[in-house]
């Protein structure tokens, strides 16, 4: 295809973990000069994320333009029925032991993108280079794309069993693993307290743009969300001006504020927010009674049930040997605190239970039809919530019984690990579920409270692409197909 060029440039930042309250602070305060002035000069709103509401699902969500239901990834861990092991992209370093420290950096590296993430959903850096157009993403850790990169430590890959490349976006840069210019970009794990990976972006981001080297560009920022994990949502105003300094340099290389503005346009989100959590439950313990897969040593064949539970969420699977029914297994959680929402299909019909209370509900002509306690997901505490949880339910890869968090709690991770005195997020709650989103430049502007679904088909149009048919597919229609 003949090389093109984009109706307008595209840059999308994404802050990992920003909640709409810590990012207004900074405004306030003055502590976010860069994000102020796209404030400023754009449209500010409050969007919607997907469920779980984790960051592999979510980056995915943001890559695909589409819920689980579609793009396959169910949670930050989770059960893989057909190679009959626990998946664990790296709830903590503990929880990665459990299931093999290599296994599980194989698979978020290499597998999530490469096999996990569905064959049939199309992610925005395929579609932007099926067009003829330029796609670069920085840390991207959902990068699926068409072009071939050579891992950059082929000692380290042979030694971990690795493998030699990825297919990324045209130009593609990962946490020094796979770079596809040499920018001499320092290393981008060296300390993540202090902000290294979003330095890391920052000096690949000048470049980049100082080259003008890409028609659309996925800027991933992770180190807000590990400080707020460690300090709770509502402290981290540092980490988050750290975060806007490398949105500056983007700007810088430009030549200012405004200049970037003239060459592309720009958005800025959130994957997901982050709520105070206080109180740890293990999920496990509800099922101890039953015999429960915990890690790679034991026989799926002789366990009742896998529980992968990370964050605010948690997923219970129900394996072949299992004697109990799946409603079975979700009414145990009804009197466990830690459970708020619990999860199930029913028929054709998905089940809400909180406190042993029920709703009922499947896509109905546009809308949805409920039974039940409507009340049980009140939008204002859970928003999109029929929605979200009907796709993560349809999503193949998903538990038969999800749990969302109460309020306050975590769940333990596979390593007995959580972050109990500081933030967390994964629940359907409004807490860790409501993102913002900032987006200028653009001739047209999002709706008035956005699903994190829509961000890839407003880029792509924005970059005259045409959008995939995966993308942006409402319930209804996941309905209709399971
Ligand atoms: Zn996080």
Redesign the pocket.
């Known amino acids: 295809m003949p090389p093109r060029r984009a109706a307008k440039k595209v840059v999308l930042v994404v802050i990992?973990?920003l909640t709409p309250g810590m990012l207004e602070r900074g405004i306030e305060e003055g502590r976010v000069p860069a994000l102020s002035h796209l404030v400023d000069q754009g449209s500010y709103r409050r969007g919607v994320t997907t469920f779980p509401s984790?960051?592999p699902v979510c980056l995915t969500t943001i890559a695909t333009g589409a819920h689980p239901d579609v793009h396959h990834i169910p949670h930050l861990s989770w059960y893989h029925r057909g190679e009959r092991r626990i998946i664990e992209y790296g709830s903590s370093f503990h929880a990665m032991r459990a299931v093999g420290a290599r296994q599980a950096v194989r698979d978020a590296v290499f597998n999530m993108s490469h096999s996990h993430v569905s064959s049939r959903a199309t992610t925005v850096f395929e579609a932007v280079e099926d067009a003829g157009l330029v796609p670069a993403a920085i840390n991207f850790t959902c990068y699926r794309g068409r072009t071939r990169h050579p891992i950059r430590l082929p000692e380290l890959a042979t030694r971990n069993r690795w493998f030699e490349a990825a297919y990324g976006p045209k130009r593609f840069f990962f946490f020094n693993l796979f770079e596809s210019d040499p920018t001499g970009a320092p290393l981008a794990v060296r300390s993540r307290v202090e902000g290294s990976t979003d330095a890391y972006a920052g000096y690949v981001g000048r470049w980049l743009v100082t080259r003008d080297g890409f028609d659309f560009l996925v800027f991933y920022l992770p180190d807000f969300?590990y400080a707020s994990?460690l300090a709770g949502p509502a402290s981290p105003l540092d980490a988050l001006s750290r975060a806007d300094a490398s949105v500056g340099q983007l700007m810088e290389a430009a030549g200012g504020p405004d200049e970037l503005l003239e060459r592309y346009a720009v958005i800025v989100c959130a994957d997901h927010g982050?709520t105070h959590v206080d109180k740890v439950a293990s999920l496990q313990e509800s099922f101890s009674d039953l015999r429960v897969l915990r890690g790679r040593r034991e026989d799926p064949d002789a366990s009742d049930v896998a529980i992968t539970a990370s964050?605010r969420s948690g997923m219970v699977y129900r394996l072949p040997a299992c004697g109990a029914s799946t409603r079975e297994l979700a009414q145990r959680l009804d009197g466990e605190p830690a459970a708020d929402v619990v999860l199930f299909r029913e028929g054709p019909l998905a089940v809400a239970r909180r406190r042993g209370q029920e709703l009922r509900f499947a896509p109905e002509d546009g809308g949805w039809g409920t039974e039940g306690e409507r009340g049980l997901l009140e939008d204002s505490v859970y928003p999109d919530a029929l929605e979200r949880a009907w796709c993560a339910l349809a999503c193949p890869n998903a538990g038969e019984v999800i749990v969302s968090a109460a309020d306050g709690y975590e769940l333990a991770d596979l390593g007995g690990r959580h972050h109990s005195g500081g933030g967390?997020?994964g629940s359907l709650q409004v807490g860790d579920s409501v993102v913002p989103i900032i987006a200028a430049g653009f001739g047209e502007e999002l709706g008035e409270c956005p699903s994190l679904t829509e961000l890839a088909p407003f880029v792509l149009s924005a970059l005259g692409v045409e959008v995939p048919d995966s993308m942006a597919r409402r319930a209804e229609t996941a309905g209709a197909r399971v």
């Open positions: 990992d973990g984790v960051t969300d994990h982050q964050n967390s997020h």
